[in-house]
């Protein structure tokens, strides 16, 4: 059974940190890409980062570069893959709710959520001024 699980989300304030983790099994994910999108509420889903099978090659969205990191720990049994979320500085207009994708490896880093195959449930982040 494919599952992606997010934990981490939580109630902070602007300026504070949080770190997102997803926790995949199921497949091979660590030849995976994987990627985190948000969304808030009446907004469409927002690239967030993502990041390739070896974790050297990750990508950012524009909102989020210099303050948000991710990278990934691969299991070596080959069958899990924990990716994680490191967001620092919050702002207010960082809440949403934080989902976890992923999809079999290409030779580029996809951004677009439709180019994901699988997908966590989400875990909502809320940042109060």
């Known amino acids: 059974q494919v599952q992606l699980v997010e934990s981490g989300g939580g109630l902070v304030q602007a300026g504070d940190s949080l770190r997102l983790s997803c926790a995949a099994s199921?497949?091979?994910?660590?030849?995976?890409?994987m990627g985190w999108f948000r969304q808030a509420p009446g907004k469409e889903r927002e690239f967030v980062a993502a990041?390739?099978?070896?974790?050297?090659?990750?990508?950012?969205?524009?909102s989020v570069k210099g303050r948000f990191t991710i990278s990934r720990d691969n299991a070596r049994d080959n069958a899990k893959s924990t990716v994680y979320l490191q967001m620092n500085s919050l702002k207010p207009e960082d809440t949403a709710v934080y989902y976890c994708?992923?999809?079999?490896?290409?030779?580029?880093?996809?951004?677009?959520?439709?180019?994901?195959?699988?997908w966590g449930q989400g875990t909502q982040v809320t940042v109060s001024s």
């Open positions: 199921g497949r091979t994910f660590t030849t995976f890409t």
């Open positions: 990041i390739n099978r070896n974790g050297d090659v990750t990508i950012y969205g524009d």
């Open positions: 994708a992923a999809r079999s490896p290409r030779v580029y880093v996809p951004m677009s959520p439709a180019e994901y195959n699988y």
